[in-house]
């Protein structure tokens, strides 16, 4: 209930298409984070000369051209990448098809890493905009960044057109605002510029105008080119034909923040407004500009509301970006196939969340403190530009398309002015924290490259195409008895249902003295075999483990330790409580060929159990119902299936769940090619909601009332903490599913990763994300 008001009613995956964006709703989605560079470029840029006097403020505008040129040559440049990359041209994209994967990966790193201190940057503007108008909220700066956070984070969860539609106001009011302020002041202007309240404060020399200083000064007002690559990575989002719409908006966006930026420079240096960092109280270059102009009337508070407000909003840009860049490094191997995953309103929700968490601790790290975290900023912006660019020259010189001389030259161009700009800002701005930003870009590709070799290992193993399904499995049941209560009634129910073709071999683990324990079990079960001690001097788990290694089996044999519970509690309690289970589980959890299987007694399930009780034995279900859900064809599927196919069902299925169209027919054409006997039902789960459609399937078997269904659910076990992450999320969500599901068994079937496989060892796999099994 909470997540439907918060984030709204799940779209089902066709309704995508009636998510995209017209070029109207496109720029305040995409253009937010560059348009609102523009309140605090020119501040950045004046701050850096007020160190060498008032005198210095007569290069801003020469820095600003300098600037706008830069801008301009990135914009062109970008138009061509979007068009020449009609799904998405990303820096990544660009540099990892005409570079190689290095090179893409650091672009990669670079953006992640400035979408992440965009949302950052932006908040914390925006919080200190708030603060500066409620000085009452001071004591409260990093709480109110934290609760805009959430509220970003929550309107892009809702979805792209929502957001757009909510953003488009304060993104055009800004836009407005801007150019009414300086159509006002350059008419002003006309019989002499008013001055500044600033205007006589004095600023004391405390460098010399060297050319690091202006190097330093052009690096500060670069800042006004942040985000122009979100259009890039953003292009499928835009409604059809969408390069070409892609590539007009980026235009518009860019001849808007040119102007701005311009403007506000020359306006500044005409109204002669002085900042720097040792004012106090500190006011901002466009209040100060806003209220000269407008002499502090209502235009001017309006001036200031919009200005917050797109402070705040500009975050998201990021929050369109990132999500979608994680998806396709997901899609690619190099990231956990889990961003691929949509969410109820059709975007990429897990990257949205990470991305909060990531700027959320950034700003507490910082403690909300603006002049520290725009000190790491655009380094990797510039970096990113320059890889994008240099791969479409490497693109262009490479297919000589029609024009690619031209294309080259203008890509060229634009490499070779953003390289510079990469060099000048890397050394300006290295010592105050731009050294952050370059030492963790290495880090980043390193681990982007440790979870791509994890995804490739695993592939291989999977597609050794070992297995098929004429190789034939046993499967001996060990029964741990530890009473001869209702749960034991179950599970020994269950086992007569499945009708193992091997021996049960019933161990006894309980308290009672042996003979009275034989003779319990010999009234309760006497198909199922003479009750067999442990033998003593060890502990259970302990004394488990070597009986199961004792047994003889084939190479491809399973042994299935059954283990009867009570669920009686919720999810949480019944985790604390399970304690047998859990530690049978964890015992085995290596051992090749070994599954633990829990049969659970549910509290629908109790009133049942009793009348079987009264009966003295258990009652022996009519049918055996087991169903094994698949995402990929690979030798953990067969696997599985054989496994499946052991327990004797009267009635064996596979079930794909396609949360997205084209999915089932790859898997259709993939299973007619294997030629797998083995039925295989298809169902859609047009909201990505697998949990549903799946517990529908099962219940059409449950309802009649005389089935029980056993779902088999291939799961991951790795022999590195880390590689827990990439795997198994949704097999741990259909067993939360299932555990409360009366009439229901779910088995676990290990699938152990990492290490070269032994004998046995092959068991089966549930590959997350992707057919290929990786």
Same mark, same amino acid.
């Given at each position: 209930m909470v997540k439907r008001v918060l984030v709204g009613r799940p779209h089902a995956s066709e309704k995508l298409e009636h998510q995209l964006l017209p070029k109207t709703l496109a720029l305040p989605v995409f253009a937010s984070d560059p348009l609102s560079s523009n309140a605090y470029a020119t501040e950045e840029m004046m701050l850096v000369l007020a160190l060498a006097g008032a005198t210095a403020f007569r290069l801003m505008l020469p820095i600003a051209l300098l600037i706008a040129l830069v801008l301009v040559i990135v914009i062109t440049s970008y138009r061509q990448t979007v068009r020449a990359y009609p799904k998405g041209g990303g820096s990544y994209i660009v540099a990892r098809e005409n570079l190689g994967t290095i090179p893409g990966l650091v672009a990669a790193s670079a953006i992640l890493q400035d979408y992440v201190l965009t949302v950052a940057v932006s908040i914390t503007a925006g919080t200190i905009a708030i603060v500066s108008a409620a000085p009452g909220l001071a004591d409260h700066s990093l709480?109110?960044?934290?609760?805009?956070?959430?509220?970003?984070?929550?309107?892009?969860?809702?979805?792209?057109?929502?957001?757009?539609?909510?953003?488009?106001?304060?993104?055009?009011?800004?836009?407005?605002?801007?150019?009414? =302020? $300086?159509?006002?002041?350059?008419?002003?202007?006309?019989?002499?510029?008013?001055?500044?309240?600033?205007?006589?404060?004095?600023?004391?020399? =405390?460098?010399?105008l060297t050319l690091f200083l202006l190097l330093r000064a052009f690096a500060s007002g670069s800042t006004a080119l942040t985000g122009v690559e979100a259009i890039a990575d953003g292009v499928q989002a835009f409604r059809r034909p969408q390069s070409k719409n892609a590539a007009a908006t980026l235009g518009f966006?860019?001849?808007? &923040?040119?102007?701005?930026?311009?403007?506000?420079?020359?306006?500044?240096?005409?109204?002669?407004?002085?900042?720097?960092?040792?004012?106090?109280?500190? #006011?901002?270059? $466009?209040? *100060?500009?806003?209220? =000269?102009?407008?002499?502090?009337?209502?235009?001017?508070?309006?001036? *200031?509301?919009? &200005?917050?407000?797109?402070?705040?909003?500009?975050?998201?840009?990021?929050?369109?970006?990132?999500?979608?860049?994680?998806?396709?490094?997901?899609?690619?191997?190099?990231?956990?196939? *889990?961003?691929?995953?949509?969410?109820?309103?059709?975007?990429?929700?897990?990257?949205i969340v990470v991305l909060s968490l990531l700027a959320a601790g950034l700003v507490w790290i910082f403690d909300a403190n603006l002049t520290a975290l725009i000190q790491l900023y655009v380094v990797g912006v510039f970096t990113a530009f320059t890889l994008s660019q240099a791969g479409m020259v490497r693109r262009w010189i490479r297919l000589?398309?029609?024009?690619? #001389?031209?294309?080259?030259?203008?890509?060229?161009?634009?490499?070779?002015? &953003?390289?510079?700009?990469?060099?000048?800002? =890397?050394? &300006?701005?290295?010592?105050?924290?731009?050294?952050?930003?370059?030492?963790?870009?290495?880090l980043i590709v390193m681990v982007l490259l440790s979870v791509h070799r994890h995804y490739e290992d695993v592939r291989r193993r999977l597609r050794a195409r070992e297995l098929t399904m004429d190789v034939e499995v046993g499967n001996t049941f060990v029964a741990l008895i530890p009473d001869f209560g209702a749960p034991t009634r179950e599970m020994v129910s269950w086992l007569l249902t499945v009708r193992p073709e091997r021996e049960v071999i019933p161990l006894y683990v309980g308290d009672l003295p042996l003979e009275e324990a034989e003779a319990r079990w010999e009234a309760m079960a006497p198909r199922l075999g003479r009750l067999r001690p442990l033998e003593p001097g060890e502990g259970e788990t302990r004394a488990v483990r070597r009986f199961v290694r004792s047994l003889d089996r084939g190479e491809n044999d399973f042994v299935t330790v059954v283990v009867p519970e009570e669920v009686s509690t919720g999810l949480f309690l019944y985790i604390l409580r399970r304690t047998r289970s859990f530690r049978v589980k964890a015992a085995f959890l290596v051992e090749p060929g070994v599954v633990v299987t829990d049969i659970p007694l549910l509290p629908a399930e109790r009133e049942t159990a009793d009348a079987r009780a009264q009966e003295e034995r258990p009652l022996e279900l009519s049918r055996n119902v087991c169903l094994v859900p698949v995402s990929g064809i690979h030798d953990g599927t067969i696997r599985a299936l054989a496994y499946a196919r052991s327990l004797r069902p009267a009635h064996l299925e596979a079930i794909f769940l396609a949360g997205e169209p084209e999915e089932a027919d790859e898997i259709i054409e993939e299973w007619r090619r294997q030629e797998i006997d083995i039925p295989l039902t298809v169902v859609e789960a047009p909201f990505r909601d697998y949990g549903p459609p799946f517990l529908e399937e099962i219940r059409r078997f449950t309802r009649r009332g005389d089935t029980i269904v056993t779902v088999v659910l291939p799961e991951f076990v790795v022999d590195k903490w880390r590689h827990a992450l990439l795997h198994n999320q949704r097999a741990l969500y259909f067993k939360r599913r299932l555990l409360f599901e009366p009439w229901v068994v779910a088995v676990s079937i290990p699938y152990q990763i990492g290490s070269a496989p032994g004998p046995g060892a092959r068991e089966t796999a549930e590959v997350e994300g992707g057919r290929d099994g990786s």
């Open positions: 709480s109110i960044a934290m609760a805009l956070i959430v509220f970003v984070a929550l309107t892009n969860l809702r979805g792209v057109k929502e957001a757009g539609t909510l953003f488009a106001i304060p993104t055009y009011g800004f836009v407005v605002m801007i150019y009414i =302020t $300086l159509v006002t002041g350059f008419i002003n202007c006309l019989d002499g510029c008013p001055r500044a309240a600033s205007a006589d404060l004095p600023l004391e020399e =405390t460098q010399a966006m860019g001849m808007m &923040t040119i102007g701005m930026f311009l403007g506000i420079t020359l306006l500044a240096r005409g109204l002669e407004v002085r900042v720097s960092e040792h004012l106090v109280p500190h #006011r901002s270059v $466009l209040a *100060q500009i806003g209220e =000269t102009v407008f002499e502090g009337g209502v235009p001017f508070y309006i001036l *200031q509301i919009f &200005t917050a407000l797109i402070l705040i909003l500009a975050a998201n840009t990021s929050y369109q970006d990132f999500p979608r860049l994680s998806a396709i490094l997901a899609r690619d191997g190099f990231m956990p196939r *889990q961003f691929m995953n949509r969410g109820d309103r059709l975007v990429f929700s897990n990257g000589k398309e029609p024009g690619w #001389r031209r294309s080259a030259i203008i890509n060229g161009v634009g490499a070779s002015a &953003t390289g510079i700009v990469l060099v000048i800002v =890397t050394l &300006t701005k290295f010592t105050h924290g731009a050294w952050i930003v370059v030492a963790a870009m290495p």
